[in-house]
């Protein structure tokens, strides 16, 4: 169980590539176990086949998040080169920013709730395996601030 509070994730921007691929690796083993205890077409079997499916997909959603779009050559290009696209705008960048942290933050909240159930066994990282509020530092002390300002919460 990790306690390193260097891991320990409190935002979406912190999430990475390989502390989803660590739920896979905690969770499949286990789910695999059961698809071969129990025989095609039961109840069990079917669970234990979708929930591989499911986490395996958010992983995957994740990892294609945290790296971007694709950039490189493509497998069948056109005959003729496609046109220049204009470079985005810095509110362009802010807002895809913004989305594509929405969408890790989503995603990472999603296979937290699935993993959740395993809070108690050998190997899982309490630390790590936390869902997130707020998409990065500035979001929170945004939100703290409205909050203040409000009278929604004494601040000390």
């Known amino acids: 169980m990790s306690t390193d509070p260097e891991r320990t994730l409190h935002h979406a921007v912190d999430v990475t590539a390989d502390d989803a691929w660590a739920i896979i690796d ?18 069990e079997h079917r669970t234990a086949a979708a929930l591989a499916e499911a986490v395996s997909a958010l992983v995957l959603a994740i990892e294609s998040e945290i790296r971007g779009p694709r950039r490189g050559r493509l497998r069948n290009r056109p ?6 696209s ?3 705008t810095e509110d362009e960048r802010i807002a895809e920013k913004k989305r594509r942290l929405t969408m890790i933050a989503e995603y990472w909240n ?3 709730g699935i993993v ?11 630390a790590r395996w ?9 979001a929170e002390v945004e939100y703290h601030r409205r909050v203040a300002e409000a009278g929604l919460r004494n601040v000390e």
């Open 130 to 138: 936390y869902p997130v509020t707020f998409l990065g530092t500035a």
């Open 26 to 43: 905690f969770l499949l083993p286990r789910l695999e176990s059961l698809e071969r205890v129990h025989d095609d077409g039961t109840e």
């Open 116 to 126: 959740r159930p395993w809070r108690e066994s050998e190997g899982y990282d309490r």
């Open 79 to 84: 005959a003729r080169p496609p046109a220049p």
């Open 86 to 88: 204009p470079s985005p």
């Open 110 to 112: 999603q296979l937290c």
